[in-house]
């Protein structure tokens, strides 16, 4: 198994610019979810989906951040229009829900954003 | 506000000694409590876990000790080794969903 796949794995852009992070989940797991790691926070969940639909965005930031998930093996984290805050490393994550206390998350790489 | 706290950032410890790590929680509504570990350029990875039904889940040199009453999570390593070296995050889960809370992280370093 590939594990969980995220592209680019490293992004540099100028404020204003718009950014799109992908994610492929592990084959088969019904669950997907996007974080985002800075030192002051640590990992927050910014969005997640089961079976394709959005399910909890509170933890996404601001209008300017959007999240899709057009099928069960691509996901897409969009930030339109960037800015210097909004770098970090974004991670997703998938899992298949079988028990409680079993369902771990597979987190990918990440994708490791600047925005000048 | 943060529901999940790691107080330390940062743990040095000699290799064959003991390592604890801490995580403080301030909500009631979670009912399983997680260790992740990350190398850098990596994601996070599972360690262990432990139901709010119980205060101890072992898993080889790994230990995961849950105090409700003082909402307080740790995590025992024993011996230490050098590949332990790595951040670890706790992370809470809420009641009934696959919502997961995760601390700021712990930096575990393990010197020979």
């Known amino acids: 198994d590939a594990g969980v796949i995220q592209s680019p794995r490293h992004e540099v852009t100028e404020m204003g610019q718009e950014v799109t992070l992908r994610c492929k989940p592990i084959?088969?797991?019904?669950?997907l979810f996007w974080y985002r790691q800075t030192m002051m926070r640590g990992l927050e969940l910014l969005i997640y989906?089961?079976?394709?639909?959005?399910?909890?965005d509170s933890g996404m930031p601001e209008d300017r951040f959007s999240a899709k998930m057009p099928n069960a093996s691509f996901s897409t984290l969009k930030i339109q229009p960037s800015e210097p805050r909004d770098s970090a490393v974004y991670f997703c994550?998938?899992?298949?829900?079988?028990?409680?206390?079993?369902?771990?998350?597979?987190f990918g790489p990440g994708t490791r954003l600047t925005v000048l | 506000d943060q529901q999940v706290k790691q107080n330390s950032p940062s743990l040095s410890v000699q290799e064959g000694r003991i390592s604890i790590l801490n995580c403080d929680y301030t909500?009631?509504?979670?009912?399983?409590f997680l260790w992740y570990k990350k190398y850098p350029a990596e994601g996070p990875t599972f360690l262990i876990s432990?139901?709010?039904?119980?205060d101890k889940n072992e898993d080889g040199r790994f230990t995961v000790f849950l105090n409700k009453s003082a909402k307080h999570l740790s995590l025992h390593i024993v011996p230490s080794q050098p590949g332990d070296s790595a951040v670890y995050f706790c992370?809470?889960?809420?009641?009934?969903?696959?919502?997961?809370?995760f601390g700021t992280g712990t930096r575990l370093q393990v010197f020979p």
């Open positions: 994550a998938s899992s298949l829900t079988t028990s409680p206390g079993t369902d771990t998350q597979y």
């Open positions: 084959s088969g797991h019904d669950y």
């Open positions: 989906f089961n079976n394709n639909v959005p399910i909890d």
């Open positions: 909500n009631s509504m979670f009912d399983y």
């Open positions: 432990i139901s709010s039904i119980k």
């Open positions: 992370a809470v889960r809420f009641i009934n969903t696959d919502k997961l809370i």
